[in-house]
């Protein structure tokens, strides 16, 4: 280890409290310091190169050194380096995108509300909800379902909304105001088919709206494909069940977009891959591809006129963040929707679906591996659970080992999920696939 990395591992292990991880180990062990990233590739301090097959956290779809997007926060920091947009303030870069967001998403979407990240935006969607049950004089219809093993962010609400034990262990929540339906998550080795099993779903859905009372249940909030959870793609005609129900009983429907978004599942938005007209649309991550922090949520026309009607009779829609819509923010996210465009960064995901799917398939001939699952260009695959071990304990093990061959991917209980950067080329699939191939070879043995 030189000594600069040496250093750098001293100091953030003294003084950096990291998110998602085990504080206690970080502290004994140290953290990996990624120093400079270029294309799929980012590179430590100790100049090993990984292929980030994560795209960092789902989120890098042009890759890491996109040059465009380092010119547009450069000639933006010079022309105006930040600016807000309350009390009837705005700067171009925020207008430009609110514009190009809503021109690219699914009709209907006309409006846009920015903060920084994927939590503050579904937190906004939810409270924006809820003004809006006020505005129309229903005030008991406040209750939100979302999903077990959704994922939705950490601050208080959407950690509410999230699924997962996890993040909900020690901190007292979920908040009760928040109901979670079943996983949508059909395993061909369950016994049932395919359609059985979403009927299991929607019936679980009308049986909990009916215990809570329809009229109680303001949204339902939904990511089209659930990333965090394990990548799991709905089964066949969930969702259009799902939207039957929540028609029958006036209850909007938020799509969680932040990671499915700009591209990911081979169209634009998920919501046209699934055929689903949402009320509320949510975004970050492939929107700027990270390079800075920002996300967006969109409203239809009919969520949003009782908003406005109600912020025009108490004289101000009373939420906001200093750094929404920021002006470097908006201007990277503009010019990453451009090269998006132009590279035509979609259709190469389109068009990589199948390879990805294929190579993902060929390790179902191995016993060890119990289910595969993609769409577009984000999959996972499992392992059957070994009982020596416990639960997550391979997978855990294999991440680890990737790394060590160069490949960044991620461990989700049983799963390795991947989510390579949108650029990701044929060739660079195979490589991904031959590490993963190898790895399975020794590691396994
Ligand atoms: N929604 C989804 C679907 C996500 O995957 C994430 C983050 O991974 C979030 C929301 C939260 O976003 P952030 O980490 O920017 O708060």
Redesign the pocket.
Known sequence: MNSSTARLRRLDGDHHFHPYTDARAVERNGALPIVRGEGIYVIDSEGKRYIEGMAG??SVAVGFSEPRLIQAANKQMEALPYYHSFSGMTHPSVTELSEKLVSISPSGLSKVFFTN????A?DTAIKMVWYRANALGMPNKKKIIARKNA????TAM?ASLTGLSKNHMAFDLPFPIVQHAMTPHYRADSGVSEQEFTHQCLVDLEVLIQREGPDTIAAFIG?PVM??GGVLPPPLGYWEGVQRILRVHDILLIA?E??TGFGRTGSMFACTTYNIQPDIL?L??QLSSSYQPI?AVLLTASVFQPIADKSAEIGVFGHGFTAGGHPVAAAVALENIRIIEQEDLVGNSRRLASVFRAHLEALTTRPEIREVRAVGLIGAFEFHPDPRTGPGAIAAAFRANLLERGLIARNIGDSIALCPPLIVTETELDGIFEIIRNALDEFLA
């Open positions: 956290l789902w990240s994927g939590s503050e579904n994922y939705h962010g950490v959407s990511e990333g965090a969680d932040v990671i949510v970050s991550k996300a």
